[in-house]
């Protein structure tokens, strides 16, 4: 019994050292499917940034470029929270304040909008997409993970500003200066950092998700979202998407070719009955 006892011990320190176990005392094994999922693709991203970003730009010159990108709206709402947070950040600096404005912005950007997009992506969106690649070429899956790990860092930062944005809300009635500079640095940086992310969706994820996952694939996907976010949200969502996109011809072609002709009709309605009631005029 001693020495079973001892060998367990001996065992247990082992796989301390190989990092198997956590700081609580279980095994990583027992974890769930998706934290199983993402330690398998840990052992794979052995690529540094630079050579992934010259994997992935080799792959897409030598495929077909005529493929089509489905899930625009992914890419629409992470342009309408950099959009809200840009005008955050010049509510924000306007004089005088108007906190209450200023704390119902701040909860649409950090609370509704920014919610939404990293729960969509931390939930659905990349574990989809490491899923659908690694399965269709595992080399270039290795990549886009490196890709994937480089925006879940920006979006993690994001997540950080937005948390300082909703303490400094609190804030705003009773130390109104600091608190609304506050505000305004960390919604610039917001759309700053949202905009790194969207150059390299746009550089590398997009064309590669386009070659490699058929539409019909992307299309169920998009339906899934929308089931995930509800009717009420997507269609609030489907109004910031709009109003991110509108001075944007290419973007607005898309628009017409994706979204059915009766959801772009009843967007003014939408917006003035639905949306700026919750968002507000700002």
Known sequence: MKCTTQL???????????????????????RNTAASSKTEWNSHSCLSRAEAYEQLETFLQETDASATFQIQGWRWHTMSLARQAERLQQLALRRPHDTALIQRAVNHVVGFNMKALHQIETDLFFPWVRKQISAKNPVVGSAIHVILEELEELRQSVQILGSQMNQDATLVASSSDPAVLSIAECSAQVAQQTRSMLHLENTYLVPTIARLIPETDQKSFNNQVIRNLGIWDSRLHLVGMYEAIS???VEMKLFEQIIPSLARKMIPRWKRLLYEPVAGDW
């Not at 367990?8 to 700081?23: D, E, H």
């Open 8 to 30: 367990g011990r001996l065992w247990l320190c082992f796989q301390v050292l190989m990092g198997l176990v956590t700081s609580r005392g279980f095994s990583l094994f027992a």
């Open 247 to 249: 001075g944007d011809p």
